[in-house]
């Protein structure tokens, strides 16, 4: 038997950042290797993610529990994986999907599956010795030579299903474009959101947080909040648009109404895909905007045309709802022309094999990937290794607040110097659309 044959597997409920149930894995090989992963859970959610497994159980989380995703990791899965080669991971992640046996990993569910394909990965990085963002370069096919540190993009302002619906767009976030490493696109992010606190008290607005640790002020309109975007920019002292870019996730799936307009609740107006389109105009030509995700809704694919028609060349068009981290979905995408980067989350994909396929078809048609953390995380810092190893050049994680967002930030920091890595800067989200 190799010494990276998988020995066992045991997965345990542990709550994520909301205090919900997810999945933890702990794998030993037989070498007596142990590596641990869990497993994020969204707010915001596209129809065509891989399936997360819930109980139904009121009694136990309001029904969110997540004990039968537990048992099929202790049960059936740990039996058809033992003795099989962690240094395999395709192999792995192959088995997986062919135990499973369905289309959205709906009878396992992807959150045991998820978590067994990434604490393969981890545990073949520690028997090699190696560190986690190496072998996934390996993985991927990167390559150590090209590893990058990424461009982040931070929640400053939020609303949408991350807060309540306080506002109706989910996030405004905060893109240092000035920055020379990760550690001073850190540093000038945490000046924005903290200014970004001082001008909200000043003028006795809430400093509420929401689920990914931005400030929820509750605006009626995105104009409003775009305006504070800009003056807690340089309320820090620096400047919009050369310091400091703005992205927005509208999450537009979440807006939609049963007669197919969007409602803007806040706002006490419904509107059209063509006036959405024509929103995300407006404040393109007014304010410091370089990136838009999920404008319109998942399966708009007409809409999103014509969005990036007349945005694709000015800014970065992410789709998150729209391709769900799913190949086909984004094959889709390119062969139409629609959007020009793809949000990279693990569980809306299933497996970590798989996820990086769908990065390297991004990069390959020239949209950019933007690995992306999830409304619901834990502890587990594995993304930022995805996104230096895989060279992704973005990364989403939420504000510069809760231990389970500054888990990632602190192990970017810890990978930079480690790795001496090149930062990414604004070439990541600058990058022409096609080769």
């Excluded at 059936?76 to 962690?86: F, P, Q, T, V, Y």
């Excluded at 419904?270 to 370089?290: H, K, L, N, R």
């Excluded at 890595?421 to 080769?435: D, H, K, Q, Y």
Aim: net charge negative; glycine share 10%; hydrophobic share 40%.
């Amino acid at each position: 038997m190799k010494n990276t044959a998988i020995h066992s597997l045991h997965a345990r409920q542990i709550l994520d950042s909301r205090g919900r149930p997810t999945v933890e894995v702990d794998i030993t090989l037989a070498d007596g290797t142990e590596a641990r992963a869990s497993v994020p859970s969204g707010a915001s959610t596209g129809a065509a993610e891989a399936h997360e497994l819930r109980d139904g159980d009121q009694a136990c989380y309001e029904g969110r529990g997540v004990l039968n995703a537990v048992s099929h990791v202790n049960g059936e899965i740990a039996a058809a994986l033992r003795g099989k080669d962690a240094d395999d991971q395709q192999s792995i992640d192959g088995a997986l999907l062919d135990l499973d046996g369905t289309a959205q990993i709906q009878r396992l569910g992807a959150n045991a599956v998820l978590g067994v394909s990434l604490a393969v990965s981890r545990a073949a990085a520690a028997s090699a010795r190696q560190p986690l963002y190496q072998r996934l370069a390996t993985l991927a096919g990167t390559g150590t030579g090209q590893l990058t540190m990424p461009m982040p993009m931070v929640n400053i302002l939020s609303g949408g299903l991350h807060a309540g619906r306080g506002m109706d767009v989910q996030d405004f976030l905060a893109i240092p474009a000035s920055a020379q490493s990760i550690e001073e696109a850190i540093r000038m992010v945490a000046r924005v959101r903290s200014a970004a606190t001082e001008v909200m008290q000043r003028r006795g607005l809430t400093t509420l947080l929401a689920d990914e640790g931005g400030l929820s002020p509750g605006f009626e309109n995105g104009r409003l909040a775009l305006q504070l975007m800009v003056e807690a920019t340089e309320h820090a002292g620096l400047r919009p648009g050369e310091d400091i870019a703005i992205a927005i996730d509208v999450a537009a799936s979440s807006l939609k109404g049963p007669n197919g307009s969007y409602r803007l609740a806040r706002e006490g107006r419904d509107c059209s895909g063509e006036e959405m389109i024509a929103t995300m105009e407006a404040w393109v030509g007014e304010f410091p905007v370089v990136s838009i995700e999920d404008a319109l809704d998942e399966e708009d694919w007409t809409g999103w045309a014509e969005l990036t028609r007349r945005l694709g060349a000015k800014v970065r068009l992410i789709g998150d709802d729209l391709f769900t981290t799913n190949l086909a979905r984004v094959q889709r995408g390119i062969a139409n022309d629609i959007g020009n980067g793809v949000l990279v989350k693990v569980n809306q994909n299933g497996t970590l094999s798989g996820t990086l396929s769908v990065i390297a078809a991004a990069r390959a048609a020239g949209y950019a990937p933007v690995v992306s953390a999830r409304s619901g995380e834990t502890e587990d810092s594995f993304i930022a290794d995805l996104a230096v190893g895989t060279a992704a050049g973005q990364i989403k994680i939420g504000s510069v607040r809760c231990s389970d967002r500054l888990a990632k930030y602190n192990q970017l920091l810890r990978i930079e110097e480690q790795s001496r890595a090149p930062f990414a800067g604004m070439s990541a989200i600058t990058l022409e659309r096609r080769p």
